[in-house]
């Protein structure tokens, strides 16, 4: 089992940035991706930001340019700067990783969400 644990969300006005953090654990033999979606009230869950453990990543058109994934392979960890918030980026923000675990299984993992609300 593998446990992802964000941090960092909380409210900021438009224009100002934020830092996202998860951290997985647990049995994990390795990682093949991390990355973050979000999902507004009455809409679907997307894609923001991915990156994969070679270090590619690719980025919804929504924040190109406006937001930054980073990871840490050596501790498992994920991060996304976001910065020129707007209010259109208000959502849950949840991490997700593809983990490879030993035997190769290699099973999809949720966090369990971090709101972001942008005021205008």
């Known amino acids: 089992q593998v446990q992802l644990v964000e941090s960092g969300g909380g409210l900021v006005q438009a224009g100002g940035s934020l830092r996202l953090s998860c951290a997985a ?16 009230p009455g809409k679907q869950r997307e894609l923001v930001a991915r990156i994969t453990s070679g270090g590619s990543t690719n980025y919804a058109d ?7 994934i980073s990871s840490d392979n050596a501790n498992n ?10 209010p259109e980026d208000t959502a849950v923000y949840y991490c997700r990783s593809t983990v490879q675990h030993l035997g ?9 969400g971090t709101q972001v609300t942008v005021s205008s």
């Open 25 to 40: 654990s647990g049995s994990i033999f390795s990682i093949n991706s991390m990355g973050w979606y979000r999902q507004a």
């Open 62 to 68: 929504s924040v190109k340019g406006r937001f930054t």
């Open 104 to 112: 190769g299984l290699v099973r999809l993992y949720w966090g369990q």
């Open 77 to 86: 960890t994920v991060a996304l700067q976001m910065n020129s918030l707007k």
